[in-house]
């Protein structure tokens, strides 16, 4: 019988954990629970098979923006935020810290199960093509980029916006166009979340980054060289 993909649901709520439970488990996932930020991190310390975390940003102990720092440390595990605040300023520390998606209190769970699905679809994808534009090289089977084959350790959504913008190389991509395909949902955000995401993936490829180019008032191209 082959494993279920297992999920870490983290909220202090319990009803919100139930709700967000019984709609991952009708999909097939296993569901494990933590009602603060210090046993999610005992949880994901122990249990080395979590595929994708949820995680709530208000929570006693420890709140979520720790919980995904200290996860960010030594993986890049996929991090959905859940927040009951709907600032943009929330937003856009949650994708400096490293989250793959965010979505505010109260949400449908019908399209955070889709999102899960898109991920985690993405995440395991098959296949091992390998390919290598100026210093940088993308294998998108094992889900890993080298520049001059030193490993550079990308987020989800980092490794998704690199390997757009080598799909499209040469060509000019507006902001939207890149939420609208990155995202792979509607998005009604600031289009900073993209400049948010570009500058840090500029920062992991070191000088490789100089590839992502600037188009000023509209958006950004990769060059091959």
């Known amino acids: ?14 009803r919100m954990r139930k709700l ?20 999610a991190l005992d949880i994901f310390c122990t249990q080395k098979d979590i595929s994708l975390i949820i995680l709530d940003v208000m929570m006693p102990k420890m709140n979520g923006w720790d919980v995904l720092k200290t996860v ?9 935020m ?17 989250a793959d998606e965010y979505i505010s209190k109260p949400f449908s769970p019908k399209i955070l199960t889709a999102r899960v699905d898109a991920i985690l679809r993405r995440t395991n994808a098959a296949g091992s093509d390998s390919e290598t534009y100026g ?24 490794f998704e916006l690199l390997d757009y913008f080598m799909k499209n190389r040469n060509l000019a991509l507006s902001r939207e166009n890149i939420l609208s395909n990155v995202w792979d949902y509607d998005y009604f955000g600031d289009a900073r979340t993209i400049d948010t995401h570009v500058k840090k993936l500029r920062a992991k490829l070191g000088e ?13 191209k990769f060059e091959e060289s």
Request: charged residues 35%; without cysteine.
């Open 1 to 14: 019988m082959e494993d279920k993909i297992k999920i870490l649901v983290v909220d202090d709520e319990p």
């Open 20 to 39: 967000v439970k019984d709609f991952l488990n009708i999909k097939g996932y296993e569901v494990v629970e933590a009602g603060d930020g210090e046993e």
């Open 72 to 80: 960010r440390k030594t993986s890049n595990v996929p991090v959905i």
């Open 82 to 98: 859940l927040t009951a605040r709907g600032e943009e300023t929330d937003e856009l520390q949650g994708f400096k810290l490293g």
């Open 135 to 158: 210093k940088i090289t993308i294998n998108r089977g094992a889900h890993t980029v080298t520049v001059e084959g030193r490993p550079v350790e990308l987020s989800f959504k980092e």
């Open 208 to 220: 490789a980054g100089e590839q992502i180019k600037t188009i000023w008032g509209m958006g950004y």
